[in-house]
């Protein structure tokens, strides 16, 4: 059974949900190196950094207006994007440049920054080649060359965790006037991703 609010109070303070940004509310904290909460915290409009009640908000187990078990309810933050109770919480997956010289490239990388190749990938519908490089336990690097590329800086890629996340991002920002360059697909290399425009003109390749 999907998940529904445990009370109007919860989702009118949810900042996650689309429209709320400031005054009291709650906030869904994932953190990579700990576990995830639900925080009680204070923002002050028009106030950057928001600033939370204590140094890291207040953790809640319970809804603060009907008494309901939070975790109980709403299970994770996987959950509660998947049925579209909020945005998903993007990661850097990866940035990407055009390299006029990919093995070339490859090398320095892997000389000066300890960076680790993956398979090399050449597509099978255009001329073509690419590696991802990872570095460390961050985001990777992807290396790319085509004819007619110069190189540059092409894209940054942010995971947000699943398709279905990737298709209701897309679908909203859509709604909200964003350029979207291309909808969601699988690419040859086993991608799903959409191509959007930021406001400055940077290309995002939004991914599962």
Same mark, same amino acid.
């Given at each position: 059974?999907?998940?529904e609010?445990?009370c109007?109070?919860f989702q009118e303070r949810?900042?996650q ?6 005054g009291l509310g709650?906030?869904w904290?994932?953190?990579p ?17 928001t600033e939370?009640i204590a140094e890291?908000?207040f953790k809640?187990?319970?809804c603060?207006?009907?008494g309901?078990?939070l975790?109980?309810?709403?299970g994770?933050?996987a $959950?509660?994007v998947?049925?579209?109770l909020?945005?998903?919480i993007g990661?850097?997956d990866?940035? =990407? %440049?055009? +390299?006029s010289d990919?093995e070339?490239a490859?090398a320095f990388?892997?000389?000066?920054f300890?960076?680790t ?5 050449s597509?099978?519908k255009?001329d073509?080649t690419?590696?991802?490089?990872s570095?460390g336990s961050?985001a $990777?690097l ?6 007619g590329?110069?190189?540059?800086l092409?894209h940054l =890629? %942010?995971s +947000?965790?699943?398709?279905?996340a ?10 909200a006037?964003v350029?979207i ?13 959409a ?6 003109g940077?290309?995002?390749e939004?991914?599962?």
């Open positions: 059974m999907k998940s609010w445990c109007p109070e949810f900042f949900s689309e429209g709320r940004r400031d709650i906030l904290n994932d953190h190196r700990a576990a995830a909460v639900f925080l009680l915290e204070y923002r002050r409009p028009n106030r950057m950094p939370p890291d908000g809640l187990k319970f603060p207006w009907c309901r078990n975790l109980e309810q709403y994770s933050d $959950r509660l998947e049925e579209g909020m945005f998903p990661q850097i990866h940035t =990407a %440049v055009w +390299v990919l070339r490859r990388y892997e000389r000066w300890k960076a190749a993956g398979a090399k990938y597509s099978s255009r073509f690419s590696y991802f490089l570095l961050g $990777r992807e290396l790319m060359t085509s004819p590329e110069v190189a540059r092409s =890629a %942010v +947000v965790g699943s398709r279905n990737v298709d209701r991002l897309v679908k909203a920002m859509e709604a006037g350029h360059v291309s909808g969601p697909r699988l690419t040859g290399d086993r991608y799903y991703e191509l959007v425009i930021d406001t400055e940077n290309l995002i939004i991914t599962s």
